[in-house]
């Protein structure tokens, strides 16, 4: 089992909807989850992270975590076509401090 | 705002060539990183370096090498470049503990090796 899983995607959500974007941890303690959006061709760039469980909005941006079932979302409400681009999620790995695991990616795609 | 370089956007080299790309930080970071990232692999950690002259593997370190002589400096090296190392290299620096180890990525080298 991969440490950081995502649904690779494409997920396709009409412009103005809510897009979910999931990820599912396997490392228990793991303490710290971010995530980052990366449009083709160009580096990661950070939305968001979230250190608690429960819910921190920034925005259009929701991240949510749960510990015990061991997953953190990231909801984009008001979808633009801009938000179109591969979402990856980041969680700190227990193994080494300050070491980040990431995900494959989600591929969004935002419809007008 | 942080600033993280990497000396080529783009860069081709044939097989067996040794390879240096370079990773420049300039907010004084003591942790800095090698990623390459592969279509529907995701990034996968080569190298990391907590300090001057400290360097510990990541998950896929062999037919790599690093070197960290300075600070703000992250060199990667492929030793022998092999056609299964075409891929998109990413830089990364953080600061231990700021915003629970947040990392900022340099604009990536895509590598090709013929």
């Known amino acids: 089992q991969k440490e950081v899983e995502q649904n690779s995607g494409p997920l396709s959500v009409p412009e103005g909807a809510i897009a979910s974007l999931n990820c599912t941890y396997s490392?228990?303690?793991?303490?710290?989850f971010f995530w980052y959006r990366q449009y083709s061709g160009k580096s990661p760039e950070l939305i968001m992270f979230i250190y608690s469980n429960g819910d921190k909005e920034d925005g259009r941006f929701t991240a949510q975590l749960n510990k015990a079932s061991q997953y953190v979302s990231l909801l984009i409400r008001d979808s633009q076509p801009s938000d179109s681009a591969t979402y990856l999620c980041?969680?700190?790995?227990?193994?080494?401090?300050?070491?980040?695991?990431f995900g494959q990616g989600t591929r969004l795609t935002i419809n007008p | 705002d942080v600033k993280v370089t990497q000396s080529s956007r783009y860069l081709v080299k044939r097989t067996g060539e040794k390879v240096f790309l370079e990773c420049v930080q300039d907010?004084?970071?003591?942790?800095m990183f090698w990623y390459r990232q592969d279509p529907g692999l995701g990034l996968r950690l080569i190298y990391f370096?907590?300090?001057?002259?400290?360097?510990e593997k990541g998950d896929i370190p062999e037919g790599y090498s690093v070197s960290r002589e300075k600070k703000e400096r992250f060199s990667l090296i492929l030793e022998s470049a092999s056609t299964n190392q075409t891929s998109m290299y990413l830089c990364a620096s953080s600061i231990p503990g700021y915003s629970y180890n947040e990392q900022f990525f340099g604009p990536g080298t895509r590598l090709t090796v013929l």
């Open positions: 490392d228990r303690g793991s303490q710290s």
């Open positions: 370096s907590y300090d001057v002259k400290m360097k």
């Open positions: 907010m004084d970071h003591e942790n």
């Open positions: 980041a969680v700190e790995s227990i193994q080494g401090a300050q070491k980040l695991v």
